[in-house]
């Protein structure tokens, strides 16, 4: 994958996590919806219902995609507007095609990451809490939370990310979906777990020589 969609699909693993916290979600298979164009024409007949179908798909879709792929959705939407439904229909067909090539890795990626971060929550929250000495742990938004297990997670358990990157992504995903004052919070944790890791590796291999 590369790093727009590796983006996406930590913005989709995020997605599940934050619906695994409010309501009980089968994880297996909660991208199945998100990842179906087609279940925007299902048992409509009229152009408008149609498109009022595929607009709410659009809403959900252009969150997680990356761009080069929402300019795939818009320019698909814009060409409905001088076609009937049945051609309308052909299109979104011809669309899930190409969405059914391009989704498995990042849907794969992002199911990996919920995993890692959902089974190793505990141990997860305690590396947040124990460097939250500066702020209020009881204030941490469950966004800023859920973001942090994310990037914690992937920094562990996925070799072929280096750190440097998991936090840098971290970082910018928590510009665009918590608070104005997240992506300080969630550079300080990381960056103390990071420098934390780097100092234990220093003294293993002090301790091996």
Do not use: C
């Amino acid at each position: 994958m590369n790093r727009k969609e590796k983006r996406s699909a930590r913005l989709l693993a995020l997605q599940l996590l934050y619906a695994n916290e409010i309501s009980d979600v089968d994880i297996d298979n909660f991208f199945d919806n998100l990842f179906d164009s087609g279940l925007s024409i299902n048992g409509f007949s009229k152009k408008h219902e149609i498109l009022s179908s595929f607009d709410n798909y659009v809403d959900i879709a252009l969150s997680v995609f990356p761009d080069s792929f929402d300019k795939i959705l818009k320019n698909a939407r814009s060409s409905f507007e001088n076609q009937d439904s049945k051609e309308i229909v052909k299109a979104i067909q011809s669309f899930q095609k190409s969405l059914n090539s391009y989704k498995s890795d990042i849907q794969s990626y992002a199911l990996m990451l919920a995993k890692f971060s959902i089974k190793n929550e505990s141990s997860l929250d305690k590396e947040i809490v124990s460097r939250s000495q500066n702020w209020d742990s009881t204030r941490i938004t469950l966004m800023d939370k859920l973001i942090l297990r994310l990037v914690l997670a992937e920094i562990i358990f996925i070799e072929d990310v280096p750190p440097k990157v998991s936090i840098a992504e971290g970082i910018e995903i928590a510009k665009t979906m918590s608070t104005d004052d997240s992506s300080a919070f969630v550079n300080g944790i990381l960056d103390s777990f990071f420098n934390d890791e780097i100092n234990k590796k220093e003294e293993n291999r002090k301790i091996k020589n």
